[in-house]
């Protein structure tokens, strides 16, 4: 079972304005082939389909770390997408409705995010193809697993390369920064994973592709604070037995500010939840909002 809380993993600056073209883009990383619902489909059906538990307890333990740490990545880019899509930047809540108001909307670079789904993420990737399940690897071999994990980690690192560099907004600069940090720990602990159990040094093949974080400006602080370093168990109880993987005699990759690998008990320290608004002329026309805030506030008074 999971433990939600009610945080992101890393925190987000605000939009300046709504820019639903940046969104569309940051969708890659959420429904793409090497998007963010990859990496958890993958890590989580393996983990639940595992073989030998017990026995291979370091591996299952780190496919399972590393599949609670994808489900908050999955919120992280939905609210960077949801965010960057908190529009169409009219906030008058009486709007004519047969006007046209927003004829803009029609244009942008994924109509559906707005026409079908009022600014929301989903598990589409940037041209609005659909995330399937044709994307999850779960074959009962381990060593086959692991290394298509390897695969996985090392193409989402070039896609979210590439979606940083389309990118100029803030929002989402520092979630590609974060994820590119992120994903470069999971590469090596995969890679670790798979020289404990074959003997293949796998880790000379990083970083794969050959990205310095360091020049990323918006992955400085992520380095400079140890996360490149670090596997978070987020205050489970279980899964300890991944620091026979990720241990403390192995050191951070060349090129990353050098220091000894470690688990982490708690989760990272993160970032609020924004607090999106909305445009309830665009959204929402059938209701009046001010009644339902009533009764949340109500709700809210009752539960304390």
Not at 17 to 40: F, I, R, V, W
């Amino acid at each position: 079972m999971f433990m939600r809380i009610d945080k992101l993993q890393a925190a987000l600056p605000e939009p300046k304005a709504p820019n639903p073209n940046e969104a569309a883009a940051l969708q890659e990383l959420l429904g793409g082939k090497y998007g963010e619902m990859s990496t958890l489909g993958n890590y989580m059906f393996q983990s639940f389909n595992f073989r030998n538990k017990t026995k291979l307890r370091p591996f299952y333990s780190l496919v399972s770390a590393i599949f609670m740490e994808e489900l908050g990545h999955v919120e992280l880019v939905s609210n960077g997408v949801s965010m960057l899509n908190n529009g169409p930047g009219d906030d008058t809540e009486e709007v004519d409705v047969s006007g046209a108001p927003f004829s803009k909307m029609k244009d942008i670079r994924l109509a559906g995010g707005f026409l079908a789904h009022g600014g929301g993420a989903m598990p589409i990737n940037s041209n609005a193809m659909s995330w399937n399940a044709d994307m999850v690897t779960t074959t009962g071999n381990l060593i086959i697993d692991l290394l298509h994990n390897f695969h996985l980690e090392c193409g989402a690192r070039i896609h979210k390369l590439r979606v940083y560099e389309t990118l100029k907004d803030p929002t989402g600069r520092e979630v590609c920064g974060y994820l590119l940090v992120r994903g470069s720990v999971h590469a090596h602990a995969y890679a670790l994973a798979l020289k404990k159990i074959t003997g293949v040094a796998i880790e000379q093949m990083l970083p794969t592709p050959n990205i310095e974080l360091g020049n990323i400006p918006e992955c400085q602080k992520y380095l400079d604070e140890g996360s490149h370093r670090r596997l978070y168990r987020f205050n489970s109880p279980d899964y300890a037995e991944a620091a026979g993987v990720w241990s403390n005699d192995e050191v951070a990759l060349p090129g990353d500010p050098p220091g000894n690998l470690e688990v982490v008990e708690g989760p990272p320290e993160g970032g609020k939840m924004a607090e999106l608004l909305g445009n309830y002329g665009a959204f929402a026309p059938d209701y009046a909002p001010e009644e339902m805030f009533e009764v949340a506030k109500k709700l809210y008074k009752k539960s304390r």
